[in-house]
């Protein structure tokens, strides 16, 4: 990658986060209510407490809403640029750490499911590559594809009506044992995967088939190329060849693909953990709409942006250190 | 559709069974072309088309009103029981049906036509029009959909044009940029220089020569579309961001998965499961057409043959 095409990618990167962050700003602001009107009143609607037109006031003053609007982005943008999001107006606490108390578990499982889907997608691909033609392979490819196209969130839904409501294996909720007393750090890490495993499954079940395709078929197309034959023709044996030539050149595009996937999965945590009341930031998003917390929803979405931004940035790096004739 | 199962009908008028054979030789040539998951996709659609245009003969109770007692199981008179307000959920079925295909459709026709007419003319062109489309169609593409859709159709308020007009602006980047990219490379071919030559207007050549080779393309992309705006739709719905006043598959995910401790109960398995069901048919029918389609109508993926 020469030094013009590394400025245009930060430069796209630049110029997306601020579409992102003046998006972020206005929007919010243009929504129909303002948030006191939810926090003086009680959750049904019914028996509004009527805050006076000075209390009402006071707390447009107090969040600094009576400003002009350009005075209140560039006073956003300063804020963001320090790492202060502002006061979530429904916890009454920070935004930051609102989303630090919730961001670790979307990681989590975020992070597992990409894990588990590139390992098992690699493994699945090379194995269908390998019985092209045959009539297994056909019935593999017929049932992923048939399976991906399931969105995630109905996914669960299934995976949920299977294991928690049908089998009573897994949890219906929550991302630990409420109240729970735990003898050992293994029984906490234990009752956490037990609570994580749903979510990571049907995040992992969703993006598993992009990463066996693209595996499947890059194999495919590199097995007839000249070195695999070169290496035949040196004799060495048929795992050697799969793994040291066809595999290792096949997987630079599951490199990319996996960066991408992780942006996706952001997104697709969203519903995921709202399915299965997985306490992450994808859930708390949700919250926030409802409550127009709007401080909240900003900081939240700048973090799924930023992190899908980044990326997608880390991936061209790596890369790029991966595949030397991309270099130049 | 019409035109796919009309190879069927014995025809004996000789014009039009001229006519229709041509079209039959066509059609069934692409269904033939079909493998057996299409096919399978094709009924998919077939039966809930069937269901949405004939809603009102097949369902015995409105949608939207209440028609027995609250959370009746399937049985006599209720063929899939009721939800928690007493309305008939085989109805909301029939009715949600409409209500996704529309959503789908609308979003698709003006997405797909929309960014592919916007592609074409910036690849033809060319210039700062084109500058500006791929800039602005890379910026798109590089924001965070989900969470974005979730927030704008939360400030733009619950309602069905609102829903459409959000997906759309999340879905006219790729045919544009798919549109502009075939432009590009069909504009370079000596027989487009020729008729230029000869005195082809633009309109003449981008109708007869461009428009014709974009458009097979685009229906793919169409088909996907769809597919992508019935699934957020649902998504949005099932967020409770969907419009209230229309039932669509995804608003009766919502309700009943919203309904407290409904997994405790056996309500879930004729009040969650046929919306569940049908949102399944529909995207995998949805998905196996449009996977067919890409093969039957691009002719280096058929020759590729990896796939």
């Keep these: 990658m020469n030094k013009n095409t590394r400025n245009t990618l930060i430069f796209r990167f630049v110029i997306t986060l601020l579409v992102i962050l003046s998006i972020n700003f206005f929007l919010p602001r243009m929504m129909p209510g303002d948030p006191f009107s939810t926090t003086s009143s009680d959750v049904q609607g019914e028996d509004i407490v009527t805050m006076t037109e000075e209390q009402h006031q006071y707390f447009i003053s107090y969040y ?20 202060d999001f502002g006061q ?6 920070p935004v930051t750490s609102v989303i630090l108390i919730h961001l670790p578990w979307t990681i989590l499982i975020v992070f597992c499911a990409t ?3 590139t390992v098992a997608g690699i493994l699945i691909g090379t194995i269908s590559a390998r019985n092209r033609k045959k009539i297994s392979d056909r019935f593999m490819m017929t049932g992923l594809i048939a399976f991906s196209e399931i969105p995630s969130f109905l996914l669960g839904i299934i995976l949920l009506l299977i294991f928690c409501v049908w089998l ?9 044992t409420p109240f729970a007393h735990y003898n050992s750090v293994l029984d906490e890490a234990g009752d956490i995967a037990h609570h994580a495993f749903l979510p990571v499954l049907t995040l992992s079940l969703a993006q598993l088939t992009g990463v066996y395709l693209l595996t499947r078929n890059t194999l495919i197309t590199v097995s007839s190329k000249d070195y695999i034959r070169t290496a035949y023709a040196k004799g060495l044996g048929e795992k050697i060849v799969w793994t040291r030539h066809a595999l290792r050149n096949a997987l630079l595009p599951v490199v990319t693909r996996t960066g991408f996937m992780i942006g996706l999965m952001m997104g697709g945590a969203v519903l995921v953990e709202t399915v299965f009341s997985y306490p992450g930031i994808g859930l708390t998003l949700r919250s926030a709409v409802v409550n127009r917390d709007y401080a909240l929803i900003q900081g ?4 799924i942006a930023v992190s899908i931004l980044l990326c997608n940035l880390i991936v061209d790096q790596v890369y790029q250190r991966l595949d030397p004739r991309v270099a130049d | 559709m019409g035109l796919m199962l009309s190879g ?5 008028r000789p014009a039009v069974s001229r006519f229709l054979r041509s079209v039959s030789d066509r059609t069934g040539n692409i269904l033939s072309r079909f493998s057996t998951e299409g096919r399978i996709g094709l009924c998919g659609i077939a039966l809930i088309l069937m269901v949405a245009l004939f809603a009102p003969v097949l369902s015995a109770y409105p949608p939207d009103q209440i028609s027995g007692n609250s959370l009746e199981p399937p049985g006599q008179g209720h063929l899939l029981g009721t939800d928690e307000l007493g309305m008939d959920i085989w109805s909301q079925i029939c009715y949600g049906a409409r209500m996704s295909l529309v959503i789908g459709l609308s979003v698709a026709l003006i997405a797909g036509i929309g960014g592919g007419i916007l592609g074409i003319l910036a690849g033809y062109l060319g210039g700062n029009a084109d500058q500006l489309l791929m800039r602005t169609v890379d910026i798109l593409m590089a924001l965070p959909s989900f969470p974005l859709l979730i927030v704008i159709s939360a400030f733009m308020g619950p309602s069905i044009v609102n829903v459409i007009l959000v997906l759309v602006l999340f879905s006219w980047a790729k045919p544009a940029r798919i549109a502009r990219s075939q432009t590009l490379a069909i504009k370079r071919n000596t027989y487009i220089i020729a008729a230029k030559n000869f005195g082809g207007t633009p309109y003449y050549i981008l109708s007869r020569h461009i428009l014709p080779e974009v458009l097979p393309i685009l229906f793919v992309l169409i088909l996907g579309i769809t597919s ?14 969907g419009d209230p006043t229309s039932k669509s598959w995804g608003m009766m995910l919502y309700y009943a998965t919203s309904f407290k401790s409904i997994y405790f109960t056996p309500f879930w398995q004729w009040w969650l499961i046929p919306p569940l069901v049908a949102l399944v048919t529909l995207v995998i029918s949805l998905a196996f057409i449009s996977r067919d389609l890409e093969q039957v109508l691009d002719p280096r993926l058929r020759r590729g043959g990896g796939l």
């Excluded at chain 1, 979530?88 to 606490?93: A, D, F, L, P, Q």
């Excluded at chain 2, 069927?8 to 004996?12: A, H, K, M």
């Excluded at chain 2, 992508?228 to 961001?241: D, N, P, S, V």
Aim: net charge neutral; hydrophobic share 55%; aromatic share 14%.
């Design chain 2, 8 to 12: 069927y009908l014995p025809i004996d």
């Design chain 1, 64 to 83: 600094g809403m009576d400003l002009p609007l350009h005075e209140q982005f560039i006073r956003y943008l300063a804020n963001m640029a320090k790492g």
């Design chain 1, 88 to 93: 979530s107006i429904y916890y009454k606490i």
């Design chain 2, 228 to 241: 992508y705006a019935i699934i957020a739709e649902t998504g949005l719905a099932f967020l409770g961001l």
């Design chain 1, 168 to 176: 009573r294996i897994f949890p219906l909720a929550g991302a630990v």
């Design chain 1, 300 to 303: 939240i979405l700048l973090i």
């Design chain 1, 115 to 117: 894990a588990l889907s």
